[in-house]
């Protein structure tokens, strides 16, 4: 099975007004990919942007052109631009026949069929690209929820406040804290960054495959 961990870091929450800002992946064990779609800037929610801290690091429009991706190779990272079109066209052929694996994956599905609307010049085309990548995907943090940490270990409050018939009082840790449960390495400073988190993803899910 072909395994793409996957993650977006987005304007906002409204995937009807805002947008991809940052889109990370990997194939299996390959190297980490994160591309900067183009994007709108005015379209913004500063409360997102105080998470991913998108506006204070290298992803900022002043530092790095739209379309460009970070490749890790054996002299460190190279950063190429070859246009958002052709790193729309990787990803397409990297997630072919693929199954995604992501922290909260249902969140990042809507907004990844918005981005491969995109087209090159940051116009959205109005039909849908075909979905190239399989139906069912993983979420590594359902995956904790069902494994042997049991349900207290899933939850910021206590396990009185899980009541069975109403999904909505659930909260699991989020992906920072189950890594941490499982004693995994983590870089602070990549946390809630796209490729930060598709590297933790990918640690936690061979954890939990193979604790």
Partial sequence: MKYVF???ETGGLDVDKQEVVEIAWAVDDGPVKTVVPPHDFAKLDPAAMRVNRYLERELDKKKLPFG??????SDGVTVRNRG?????????NDLAGATIVGANPAFDLPFLRKLFRLGPQGKYQDA??????KYRMI???????QAFKGYEACFDDTIEDYVPDRSTEIKTRGLVPIAR?????I????????AGDVD????????????
């Fill in 181 to 185: 449960s499982l004693d995994l390495e």
């Fill in 84 to 92: 958002w079109a052709s790193y729309r066209q990787e990803l397409q």
């Fill in 68 to 73: 460009s991706l970070f490749a890790p190779n």
């Fill in 128 to 133: 849908a690209v075909p979905e190239v990548w």
């Fill in 139 to 145: 979420d590594v943090e359902a995956m904790y929820f």
């Fill in 187 to 194: 870089d602070e400073e990549q946390t809630h960054t796209a």
């Fill in 200 to 211: 933790l993803t990918r640690q936690v899910f061979w954890a939990l495959m193979f604790p």
């Fill in 6 to 8: 996957l993650d977006t």
